[in-house]
């Protein structure tokens, strides 16, 4: 057994609880204990402590692209030509290598798990790997050896656009059919269920005809797990969309079966009312990625009324503009007040939920997320001591402190199943920065 004492920890209230003992056996919390002193055999978590943190959105090789993406103007569709090139330039080996330092800047920023929404699949003109699945088994491993455990959303692309066909680097990422696609999923086997799972995911509207939604779904709902889906990011995907099938991304999704509890909608940025009546009745997750959303110039999403329809936040970092959940958090709150003039759309309380429980939800960890009896053992500590946090340290303030002016520089402790992997800010295995540096440096050097 190895028992924690947090200063202050966030136990699901909207207040912080001082003095709390966190007593953790393998990778469970077995104990929680409020308002005690620190055992002398405790490891002292200074500042407050947050349950685990879900990254629910992630492209790991976007990692690649940040500051070389900034020059000019343009939108989302001239950033993706620049996105296809470091696609088109990895291989199982880089993109392990990539992959575990960003994943392992994750750890740092507090995130404990990450869904990873991969379709990069194959190699040079979509020839498969001698494994199908070497850039899975890649991912899977980059995680855990980042000590971040992965739900890789194994991704169905089809075509270049709405009935048009893969181009060369695109068609790396296609399998060609849906039924190729289950069959190559289908072969993705020995996962170890405690620190990887399998889900789904859908690219978007066009990248998969209405066929292939039917069959995506239907091999998540088979197997109950997570599906998600890129959904009106941009205008023109939306324009698209009407042009071909006569109705929105969000209703041809609906009317092929796709929405659901299990179901995450990436970005949702530009819905109509019944979109967002119908996300809300279904009950979806919403993943929000305000950084890439700003980054990209894709719009500001209706988080708020996305909320009170039924529907649940999430949090992603997308491509990795930046790595932040804090960030991405404050956000959300703060992108909305710009757009409708009023403060207040979110509490503290609601938003870091959306960063734990309903994160983890959206990616099939539903037992992690929360410091509680029963759950998995990640809480990440955040200093209140910093020129961010400074004066912010009691149990009424801690809580709004985090969201609206903490970093993920102000980590200084994660633990993630049981285990210790960032340690006064620093990662117990890579020097991270250094890591970062190499592997970008290999992966553009091949331009």
Known sequence: MTRFWCEFAWL???????????????????????????????????????????????????????????????????????????????????????????????????????????????????????DPNAMSTALVAAAVEAGVRITLLDTCYLHGGIGVAPNEVQQRFSDGSADSWCERVDAVTGLDDRVARLGAAIHSVRAVDPVGMVAVADWAAGRGAPLHAHVSEQVAENQQCIEAHGTTPTHLLADHGVLGDRFTAVHATHLTDDDIARLGAHRCHICMCPTTERDLADGIGPARRLRDAGASITLGSDSHALIDLFEEARAVELDERLATQVRGQHTATQLLTAATVDGHRSIGWPEAGTIAVGAMADMVSVRLDSVRTAGTATADTALAAAVFAASAADVHHVVSGGRVVVRDAQHHALDVAAELARTIAVVQEDR
């Open 12 to 130: 699901g209230g909207d207040i912080a609880t001082a003095g709390v003992l966190v007593e953790v056996h393998g990778d469970r919390i077995t104990s929680v204990t409020a308002g005690v002193p620190c055992p002398a055999d405790a490891t002292r978590l200074a500042g407050l402590t947050l349950p685990g943190m879900a990254n629910a959105h992630s492209h790991a090789f976007h990692r690649a692209l940040r500051g070389r993406t900034h020059a000019g103007t343009g939108s989302f569709w001239t950033w993706r030509d620049q996105m296809y090139g470091v696609a088109s330039r990895l291989t199982p080996d880089t993109y392990f290598q990539l992959a575990r330092a960003t994943y392992a800047e994750m750890a740092m920023a507090g995130i404990t798990a990450v869904g990873e929404f991969h379709y990069l699949h194959h190699g040079p003109g979509g020839v498969p790997y001698g």
